[in-house]
């Protein structure tokens, strides 16, 4: 269960930015209100809370998510956490749990060398490998391990690094299929833009691809292209914006992007374009929702039925 800091996080939110990722088009702070036969905006967005100014529906980011996906409390939060890779709970090797509710600094020195000397264990190659048919190449380049917790479930771990090579955050995956939590970060990850240190090797004028995911940026570097993953432009950092607008600058960079075959997907893209007006969209095909899948078919052969 999350404590009151964890529920807290969830509750601070950019509410607007979970409206979106709910289906919601939201303009000037305000959008048409999905609780009623609403012709007009009567739903405003102010200082993290949503209101029906013709209902009187109201609340937080938790509240409109229980409304919207019709889930109890508890899966409203799951999802949120979920769906915006934000940070609940602290999860490493040694501690399951962490019960302090202060909020300190990633500690960078606890978690570096589970990454220097990466051991992937066989539920690890096995998503890794046989599921997700990736370059071994590229799980080596984004130093990839893996662990098992006191109960024997396997997790796999991965580093999130700024561009110039320090450990950032980190990402915790459970393993186990529709299994949650489905992600966990140890306190004070800052689990922004994945995959930063690729941007050295960018040449003058070479393609950039963005994906939602890390699972979508491995996909695309296994395809033999150079990428990153931003999960969402609503909680993207000013100093990464600005990262990203200075590559066109500097170096010409054309930005390209996959959608996920989703509103959530398209809203990314568009939000991004705001941001990075060259990126060019690529239409997925009808039967893949994302690149993964597409990446599977196009590029490793394999039947969606192996996934």
Same mark, same amino acid.
């Given at each position: 269960m999350m404590d009151k800091y964890e529920l807290q996080k969830l509750r601070d939110l950019p509410i607007e930015g979970v409206a979106?990722?709910? +289906?919601?088009?939201? =303009?000037? @702070?305000?959008?048409?209100?999905?609780? @009623?036969?609403? @012709?007009?905006?009567?739903?405003?967005?102010?200082?993290?809370?949503?209101?029906?100014?013709?209902? #009187?529906?109201? +609340?937080?980011?938790?509240?409109?998510?229980?409304?919207?996906?019709?889930?109890?409390?508890?899966?409203?939060?799951?999802?949120? &956490?979920?769906?915006?890779?934000?940070?609940?709970?602290?999860?490493?090797?040694?501690?399951?749990?962490?019960?302090?509710?202060?909020?300190?600094?990633?500690?960078?020195?606890? %978690?570096?060398?589970?990454?220097?000397?990466?051991f992937l264990n066989d539920s690890a190659r096995?998503?890794?490998? &046989?599921?997700?048919?990736?370059?071994?190449?590229? =799980? *080596?380049?984004? *130093?990839?391990?893996?662990?098992?917790? *006191? *109960?024997?479930?396997?997790?796999?771990?991965?580093? %999130? %690094?700024?561009?110039? +090579?320090?450990?950032? +955050?980190?990402?915790?995956?459970?393993l186990v299929r529709g299994a949650w939590p489905r992600f966990r970060f140890p306190q004070g990850s800052e689990c922004g833009i994945y995959n930063l240190p690729v941007l050295n090797l960018l040449r003058p004028g070479e393609p950039l691809f963005i994906a939602e995911g890390c699972s979508d940026c491995w996909a695309l570097l296994?395809? #033999?292209?150079?990428?990153?993953?931003?999960?969402?432009?609503?909680?993207?950092?000013?100093?990464?914006?600005?990262?990203?607008?200075?590559l066109h600058s500097q170096l010409a960079t054309p930005f390209h992007m996959f959608p996920d075959r989703d509103a959530p997907g398209e809203r990314l893209f568009l939000q991004l374009r705001q941001l990075l007006p060259n990126l060019e969209h690529h239409q997925l095909p009808p039967d893949c929702k994302d690149f993964s899948e597409y990446y599977l078919r196009r590029f490793a052969g394999a039947s969606l039925n192996d996934k």
């Open positions: 979106e990722r709910l +289906g919601m088009q939201v =303009v000037r @702070h305000k959008s048409l209100c999905p609780f @009623h036969d609403d @012709h007009s905006p009567s739903m405003t967005f102010r200082r993290g809370r949503f209101r029906c100014w013709s209902c #009187g529906a109201n +609340g937080n980011s938790i509240d409109l998510a229980m409304r919207m996906l019709n889930k109890p409390f508890a899966e409203a939060c799951r999802w949120l &956490a979920d769906d915006t890779n934000i940070i609940i709970a602290t999860y490493n090797p040694n501690h399951e749990t962490d019960d302090s509710t202060d909020e300190t600094p990633f500690d960078a020195s606890r %978690y570096t060398r589970y990454f220097e000397h990466p096995r998503f890794l490998f &046989a599921e997700r048919r990736l370059d071994e190449r590229v =799980v *080596r380049w984004c *130093r990839l391990t893996s662990w098992k917790d *006191r *109960r024997g479930v396997a997790w796999l771990q991965t580093p %999130y %690094y700024d561009r110039e +090579g320090r450990l950032t +955050g980190v990402q915790n995956r459970n296994s395809a #033999g292209h150079k990428a990153i993953a931003i999960p969402s432009a609503t909680l993207l950092k000013r100093k990464d914006a600005e990262l990203l607008s200075s």
